[in-house]
């Protein structure tokens, strides 16, 4: 095998590792945890041009901003974190994106953060994920809003991110307009649609049912719902069908959406169990073939996927948000 390619796939691994990491909370477990891995240090990012923007008034409602020097607007990553909607933070950009490798391309840069389920729970938000989601949505319309000021292209933005910070990144690229074109918020005025979606190690359904049929031993997303384990969101499932359908990004597929680009670490192997069901490339399966039904483009790439176009989410991304320009 090609030294770049093993290297390659080498840093896909680790990323997951670290998605893995980030998101150990969510999966509800009642095991004892693993003893912990030594986790590489992250490589340093420059500061950002503009940092802890708020776009809501919550402590969590922040974002930060890097901009490239261009003489027109630009196009822009949108970044959200992982951490199954429990943890993390903005500040961990470095695991989805080469900062440095965009801003030199003329590619902005904002990365978010947002509240979590377990701030949602005590609001009264039902369900939990709603806050994460519409959180990440208004920060995309905010960031519309400012691209006068920020020389931004409000229509090529592409979303990235890591596991759920991946399934919000689907969300927003699959769901219809959230713009509200007759609010006085300017604001909320802005769309909510995507350019393109890239994104690693995503979650492509919140529905229990079609997880344990994808992969047996899922164990994921309970709490987006409120469900303290999976074995009881699954008996739950039929008392929250609208919630699943409004916030499972394969129910949300239709022919107007924007091209996505799923990458795992992993082969795919429907039916059988995986080691890590929470990132399983049975998620991307399913998710293409749903896009292929409604004439969506998806690109899906594992270890040994055939036609690989772009090795990495970044590159996919600067190839979609670069081409627009010419």
Request: hydrophobic content about 40%; overall charge neutral; glycine content about 8%.
């Amino acid at each position: 095998m090609n030294p770049n390619r093993i290297a390659h796939w080498c840093l896909i691994g680790m990323m997951v590792v670290l998605l893995a990491t980030d998101g150990r909370a969510a999966d509800a477990s009642k095991q004892p945890p693993p003893a912990k891995k030594a986790v590489p240090a992250e490589p340093p990012v420059r500061q950002p041009t503009l940092a802890e923007v708020a776009y809501g008034p919550h402590e969590r409602q922040v974002l930060d901003f890097w901009k490239a020097d261009s003489n027109r607007p630009t196009p822009l990553v949108f970044v959200i974190h992982g951490g199954g909607w429990q943890g993390g933070d903005k500040s961990r950009v470095v695991r989805f994106v080469n900062v440095e490798e965009l801003l030199a391309a003329g590619i902005s840069v904002v990365s978010i953060n947002y509240r979590y389920v377990s701030q949602a729970g005590a609001a009264g938000i039902k369900p939990p994920v709603q806050a994460p989601l519409h959180d990440a949505a208004r920060a995309l319309q905010f960031v519309r809003s400012k691209a006068a000021e920020w020389n931004l292209d409000k229509a090529r933005i592409g979303a990235t991110g890591g596991s759920a910070g991946a399934c919000s990144s689907l969300w927003l690229a699959l769901h219809g307009d959230l713009a509200d074109p007759n609010s006085s918020d300017s604001v909320a005025r802005e769309s909510t649609r995507l350019w393109c979606a890239a994104v690693i190690g995503a979650q492509t359904t919140l529905d229990p049912q079609q997880m344990k049929e994808w992969t047996p031993n899922s164990k994921y997303g309970g709490h987006a719902f409120g469900f303290p384990n999976f074995s009881q969101f699954l008996a739950g499932r039929d008392d929250i069908l609208p919630w699943i359908a409004e916030y499972s990004p394969y129910a949300l597929v239709t022919a107007d959406d924007p091209p996505i680009y799923l990458l795992y670490s992993t082969p795919p192997a429907l039916g059988q169990e995986q080691k890590d069901p929470t990132h399983t490339a049975n998620f991307g399966v399913k998710l293409q073939e749903k896009c292929a039904s409604a004439g969506v483009a998806c690109q899906l790439v594992y270890p040994g996927a055939p036609d690989v176009q772009h090795a990495t989410a970044q590159d996919y991304l600067m190839a979609r948000l670069k081409a627009s320009a010419e």
